[in-house]
């Protein structure tokens, strides 16, 4: 054989492998939008291994852009008092949000709220709130006295309390 037709042969074989390889590529892009489109709950989302947002309730968006809530959370009771604090969904489509639980959103928009994951000692104050429709239509945070107050003085954070989300 002559170095030509040796150059020929290599360069056909090079060729067959960037197109074999393409082929490859092709179809794991193709599988990979397939199992995504296969997705139709939280659970689905969460066992295919797409992210976790770190809300409440639970969140979980595949790469197309979809996002499903965790029902689980969702349909959890308020607690006593009509107090709700952790991210539960409350009367009026009204949800706690955010790292640290003190931003009161539209269950709507909840998902598209980022906070930073900090904690600071009035933090604990609204654990005594309620996150609910006000009178302007909005959701907030009703101000009651004791919020007010503890607000106004918030307690020590110390080394013997413990911080949960």
Known sequence: MNPQTKTTALLGLLIALVIVAGLLLSLSNIAKQQRA????????????????????????????????????????????????????????????????GTICAEAGEASDIITTCEYRAEYACYKQASCERQASGKCGWTQTPQFKQCLAHPPALDSGVEVTF
């Open 37 to 100: 489109l296969s997705v139709g709950s939280f659970e689905d989302c969460a066992l295919a291994g797409y992210p976790i947002m770190e809300s409440y309730p639970e969140q979980c968006r595949t790469p197309d852009g979809r996002t499903f809530v965790n029902d689980k959370q969702v349909n959890q009771m308020p607690n006593e008092g009509g107090n709700q604090t952790g991210g539960t969904f409350l009367a009026g489509s009204c949800v706690v949000a955010g790292c640290s």
